[in-house]
């Protein structure tokens, strides 16, 4: 029976991790596709691809200072690049004021801090303690971006609908999670293995919650605001309706019809 060394397995798990990461950032090409051909933004936000980007970065900068980083180099430089392609088209297309929000914040968030993480953890530390610190940064900003889920979740128990969680998208995150967490097990870098605890914690809560809205979601089960809303237009149609129109003859249920002075009625 073959036996696998804990380098072989770990580098199995980045592989992996690195195949899924991929599928996930490559997850918005069909809201960039409606995009594209609906020459607009549509409502559509440039945050999430912003804090993506500021992700890659930083684990990008991470990979660089510690030793036998390829394997987080690959991935991250690859959703650098394609997080940067979402955000120009989303500046392509976006209104003018959307374009400026845009530019403020990849000013402030992407270059600013990014530059005084950068700047302050080589004037502060050295060899070890940098890794480390930089190390700690990344783990910090990877629990804050898994616990953004938090607010699809409340709002599908809210309106009882998984409309705005799709299921596949929460089932690669998790099998994301779970990759990451298992290569920095193996490495010994608790500062990649232990965010994707959450994250993983975070993805089987998401597809729970899939799974007992889904038949509640097919079956077009509605807030009761909703179902309020729609039983008032119903209301305002019928009256409508049941009010004859101006030239309308109620006596004989038939119209009136404007014809020429004449003896003889018209049949």
Same mark, same amino acid.
């Given at each position: 029976?073959?036996?696998?060394?804990?380098? !072989?397995?770990?580098?199995?798990?980045?592989?992996?991790?690195?195949?899924?990461?991929?599928?996930?950032?490559?997850?918005?090409?069909?809201?960039?596709?409606? #995009?594209?051909?609906?020459?607009?933004?549509?409502?559509?936000?440039?945050?999430?691809?912003?804090?993506?980007?500021?992700?890659?970065?930083?684990?990008?900068?991470?990979?660089?200072?510690? *030793?036998?980083?390829?394997?987080?180099?690959?991935?991250?430089?690859?959703?650098?690049?394609?997080?940067? #392609?979402?955000?120009?088209?989303?500046?392509?297309?976006?209104?003018?004021?959307?374009?400026?929000?845009?530019?403020?914040?990849?000013? #402030?968030?992407?270059?600013?801090?990014?530059?005084?993480?950068?700047?302050?953890?080589?004037?502060?530390?050295?060899?070890?303690?940098?890794?480390?610190?930089?190390?700690?940064?990344?783990?910090?900003?990877?629990?804050?971006?898994?616990?953004?889920?938090?607010?699809?979740?409340? *709002?599908?128990?809210?309106?009882?609908?998984?409309?705005?969680?799709?299921?596949?998208?929460?089932?690669?995150?998790?099998?994301?999670?779970?990759?990451?967490?298992?290569?920095?097990?193996? #490495? *010994?870098?608790?500062?990649?293995?232990?965010?994707?605890?959450?994250?993983?914690?975070?993805?089987?809560? !998401?597809?729970?919650?899939?799974?007992?809205?889904?038949?509640?979601?097919?079956?077009?089960?509605?807030?009761?605001?909703?179902?309020?809303?729609?039983?008032?237009?119903?209301?305002?149609?019928?009256?409508?309706?049941?009010?004859?129109?101006?030239?309308?003859?109620?006596?004989?249920? *038939?119209?009136?019809?404007?014809?020429?002075?004449?003896? !003889?009625?018209?049949?």
């Amino acid at each position: 029976m073959a036996t696998f060394s804990t380098c !072989q397995l770990a580098a199995a798990f980045g592989i992996l991790g690195n195949v899924v990461s991929f599928l996930v950032y490559l997850a918005p090409l069909p809201t960039f596709y409606r #995009i594209y051909k609906k020459k607009s933004t549509q409502g559509f936000q440039a945050v999430p691809y912003s804090v993506a980007l500021f992700s890659a970065m930083l684990y990008l900068y991470y990979a660089y200072l510690k *030793k036998n980083g390829i394997i987080l180099a690959t991935i991250n430089s690859g959703g650098c690049a394609i997080e940067t #392609i979402y955000l120009v088209l989303f500046m392509i297309y976006a209104t003018k004021d959307a374009k400026m929000r845009t530019a403020k914040l990849l000013v #402030i968030f992407n270059v600013g801090a990014y530059a005084l993480i950068v700047a302050s953890t080589f004037l502060l530390s050295q060899g070890h303690r940098r890794v480390a610190l930089v190390g700690w940064i990344c783990s910090v900003f990877s629990v804050c971006v898994f616990a953004a889920p938090l607010s699809i979740m409340m *709002k599908v128990i809210r309106t009882r609908s998984v409309e705005f969680m799709p299921f596949s998208l929460s089932c690669f995150l998790t099998l994301c999670a779970v990759m990451w967490f298992f290569y920095g097990f193996l #490495i *010994k870098d608790y500062y990649i293995a232990t965010p994707n605890i959450l994250g993983f914690a975070f993805g089987i809560a !998401q597809m729970i919650l899939y799974a007992i809205y889904r038949e509640r979601d097919n079956g077009l089960v509605l807030p009761e605001a909703y179902v309020k809303e729609i039983a008032v237009t119903v209301m305002e149609v019928g009256a409508v309706l049941e009010t004859p129109p101006a030239d309308y003859d109620t006596a004989c249920a *038939k119209p009136v019809i404007d014809h020429p002075s004449t003896d !003889q009625p018209i049949a």
